[in-house]
Nanobody, 125 residues
């Protein structure tokens, strides 16, 4: 069973940057679909970015050009570099993985069967 743990959240001013990390343990996620989701209060969870085992990526239009998803299969790590942050990026950010599926990787939350507890990102104007 895969355990995922996020870190790197915090509070920043608009225009700032944060780098989220997700550490996987318990079972390999090497080569599997992984993704970042976020959920703001009162809103549905939304896909932010996905990455396949060979590092093909997808981004939501709202973060394209500002966020970069990456992975390190050797370290079982997933990352999200967030630049030019906006107040509307404020949310709880979750790391997700599918323990079997490798590609394509979708942005629907129901497709993922392993989740972290989340890390809070707050962007002030």
């Amino acid at each position: 069973q895969v355990q995922l743990m996020e870190s790197g959240g915090g509070s920043v001013q608009a225009g700032g940057s944060l780098r989220l990390s997700c550490a996987a343990s318990g079972s390999t996620i090497s080569g599997r679909c992984m993704a970042w989701f976020r959920q703001a209060p009162g809103k549905a969870r939304e896909g932010v970015a996905t990455i396949t085992g060979d590092s093909s990526t997808w981004y939501a239009d709202s973060v394209k050009g500002r966020f970069t998803i990456s992975r390190d299969n050797a370290k079982s790590g997933l990352y999200l570099q967030m630049n030019s942050l906006k107040p509307e990026d404020s949310a709880m950010y979750y790391c997700a993985a599918h323990t079997i599926w490798t590609s394509p990787c979708y942005s629907d939350s129901w497709r993922y069967n392993a989740w972290g507890q989340g890390t809070q990102v707050t962007v002030s104007s």
